[in-house]
């Protein structure tokens, strides 16, 4: 019994695969629908539309586990609840230092460029000036010309 079906890619190389194999072909797709096995394709398709609400639970279940182990690892901690607050403590002092470092930092570079793009904007509103006067002397110096020719004739 052939699962070929006369339509489609392929149906041509499906009706000439031998019937029974005793080994499994790494060419074939067990997921496939009527694959040559004679098994269906398993689980959800492609189409359906994306569930929300598990990804919802998920997202909750990995923030509470991530907490769940930061409290047992605070818990378990080898020094005293002093010095690990301490040390929390400091870690968002150097933290927030680094962040506002950052953020200096960044505000510079910003400053840097908007600087640099408005001298190169100054230089080509310059020179687009310069190359307009240049026609429109250009056009003037032609029409005088022009104007001298006709009243020396």
Known sequence: MSHASTSGRGAERTASRPESSSRPSLLRNPFRRGAADGSRATGRPYTESFDRGRA?????????GALAGAGVALLMAPQ??????SRLVDGARDV???AADSW???TESVRDVARRNRKRLRRGVVRGRWAAEDIYDGSHRGRNRQRAEVDED
């Open 56 to 64: 919802g639970a998920f997202g909750l279940g990995l923030a509470l």
């Open 80 to 85: 005293s609840g002093y010095e690990t607050r």
């Open 96 to 98: 927030r230092g680094r």
């Open 104 to 106: 200096d930092d960044l």
